[in-house]
């Protein structure tokens, strides 16, 4: 019954059945039927309290008799579903796969509910970084395209140097021909000019033109930048480089 009482919870705050049966991993027509029963025993007055056990148990006769219209037309399939779900394939094609195999007849929207009651969920764990504005600027090296010279032909590699603002996000990007330590601190001072100021610090990515030695603790700045931090008042914040994998 607990199910149900959630189902007559979630119409009481006016939530459609569609949102509903997603929500609650059942199917349309389950909460169809529980919204008229709901709404001929009074249960959708939000003044009143919610029905007990007793109350839901007499109307749907028993517990059992709930459960059974829970039973998924995927249940036949259970282990080839999950483990097509484990490989990473896609409802749709998982569905394809169900009609050439045995004839299903059942919707992708079956396949949905199903692996978000069954199937293991992978949470990936994220941090939210909360910046002040001009406390601290982030920038890096990419790899740009390859550039034909119009009037010599020649074609030469491209890097894209990118200043990003953290508060803000705002951009700065140019694209150079090389990642030299003159190039690295030209590109800075273009920045610094583009956004009229400079931040309390600069957040990198140990590019050789910035850190001469990559460490954890104690990164050594290239004497050029280290100087040009200096001249405008900026702190070079370099990341921790990746711990080396561990040998079996």
Not at 20 to 49: E, M, S, Y
Not at 93 to 108: N, P
Request: contains cysteine.
């Amino acid at each position: 019954m607990f199910e149900v009482r959630q189902i007559i919870a979630q119409l009481r705050l006016g939530h459609s059945d569609r949102d509903i049966a997603r929500a609650q991993g059942v199917g349309r027509k389950t909460v169809a039927h529980v919204r008229r029963l709901a709404q001929t025993n009074g249960w959708l007055d939000k003044t009143l309290p919610l029905p007990e056990d007793a109350a839901l148990a007499l109307q749907f006769k028993s517990s059992r008799a709930v459960k059974e219209q829970h039973v998924s037309t995927l249940e036949p399939f259970r282990d080839e579903v999950l483990a097509w779900h484990a490989q990473g394939i896609q409802a749709t094609t998982i569905r394809q796969a169900l009609i050439r195999k045995h004839q299903f007849t059942g919707s992708v929207s079956a396949i949905y509910r199903f692996l978000n009651r069954h199937a293991a969920t992978k949470v990936e764990a994220t941090v939210i970084l909360d910046f002040s504005p001009a406390e601290c600027a982030q920038v890096d090296f990419g790899q740009g395209p390859v550039i034909t010279d119009c009037k010599t032909g020649e074609s030469f590699k491209t890097w894209i140097f990118v200043m990003t603002l953290a508060f803000s996000r705002h951009q700065y990007a140019e694209v150079v021909r090389d990642q030299k330590v003159a190039t690295w601190l030209l590109c800075h001072r273009h920045a610094f000019e583009w956004f009229n100021g400079t931040t309390k610090k600069v957040t990198i990515d140990n590019p050789k033109c910035a850190i001469t030695r990559a460490c954890y603790h104690e990164p050594e700045v290239q004497r050029a930048y280290g100087d040009l931090a200096s001249g405008y008042g900026f702190m070079i914040e370099a990341c921790p480089p990746r711990e080396p994998k561990k040998k079996e």
